[in-house]
């Protein structure tokens, strides 16, 4: 009778988990999955936070949708076994300055951080393959470093920010429309793998100046067939810099060899010359462009 209640209780158990059952532990309200735990609620007074590796003994694994909207927190370390933050999940934390996301997580969802308006820069770790749709829209951020890793940018990413300036590395094939529209961007590092639909849809500021590289672009570079013509004009720049240089080089190879000339002819006069005794004087024409002495 004893075993049948025990096997009763686990099947229970095991049904509640299964079924999404939210549990609380602390501050954190949490659902199971697999063993895991995912945070879907927060009921702390805020400040500077540092959510748990484990919640009754269970890895946390996910941050869910909105679990800490609206919050009154000033600074928050993820820790190192979460993989994913759901949309909205900081959304309104407006006093929110500083954010620890771990070389863990490999997404970041769909407004993530979107009107934390305090939170001025972040640094995205290069574990982190998307940025979602409107993931720092509305956030103050001035600066944000963009890993390697990165290869696709959602819609309105980075829309109504402050940044200054940012590197899209060569790794980003995909940028959603509006993604840095109304920001403060004044230089923009391309990755050449974007097409020309995608850079222009981008939002990206008309007064912002535009780089490949190293190599500056024009401010009114508006498709990817005004980078084709301004790097074909670069390429014919350099290749007549090289002619330039070629033909400089031959020029100091002929004044070398006229130098030379004129150091053999000096010896030949100075020979031809000894043969003369000293008491003889050799009148040479005067030069029609000499001056006459006074």
Not at 6 to 35: E, K, V
Not at 42 to 54: D, E, F, K, L, R
Not at 139 to 148: D, E, K, R, T
Not at 216 to 236: E, I, K, V
Request: aromatic share 8%.
């Amino acid at each position: 009778m004893r075993s049948l209640v025990l096997s009763a209780l686990i099947l229970a158990s095991a049904f509640q988990i299964a079924s999404g059952q939210t549990f609380t532990s602390g501050d954190y309200q949490y659902t199971l999955s697999n063993g895991q735990a995912t945070i879907t609620g927060y009921t702390g007074a805020g400040g500077a936070v540092a959510i748990p590796s484990n919640l009754n003994s269970y890895p946390v694994v996910s941050i869910g949708s909105n679990a800490f909207f609206g919050s009154a927190l000033t600074s928050v370390n993820i820790p190192n076994n979460v993989t994913s933050i759901g949309s909205g999940a900081f959304i309104g934390c407006t006093g929110l300055t500083s954010v620890t996301i771990p070389s863990s997580v490999t997404s970041i969802g769909e407004s993530v951080f979107g009107d934390c308006s305090n939170l001025t820069s972040v640094t995205i770790p290069n574990s982190v393959t998307s940025i979602g749709e409107s993931a720092f829209s509305g956030s103050g951020l001035v600066s944000v470093s963009i890993p390697n890793s990165v290869t696709s940018i959602g819609i309105g990413a980075f829309a109504y920010t402050d940044l200054t300036s940012v590197s899209i590395p060569n790794s980003v094939t995909s940028i959603g429309s509006y993604a840095f529209s109304n920001s403060g961007l004044e230089s923009v590092f391309l990755s050449p793998n974007l097409s020309s639909s995608q850079i222009s849809q981008a939002g990206f500021p008309s007064t912002a100046v535009f780089y490949v590289g190293s190599v500056g672009l024009p401010t009114s570079m508006a498709s990817q067939a005004d980078l084709a013509t301004t790097q074909a004009q670069l390429a014919t720049t350099q290749a007549q810099l090289a002619t330039t240089q070629a033909q400089l080089a031959t020029t100091q190879a002929e004044l070398a060899e006229i130098k030379t000339d004129l150091a053999n002819t000096k010896t030949d006069l100075s020979s031809y010359f000894a043969k003369f005794p000293k008491s003889i004087k050799i009148h040479l024409p005067r030069s029609p462009w000499s001056k006459e002495k006074k």
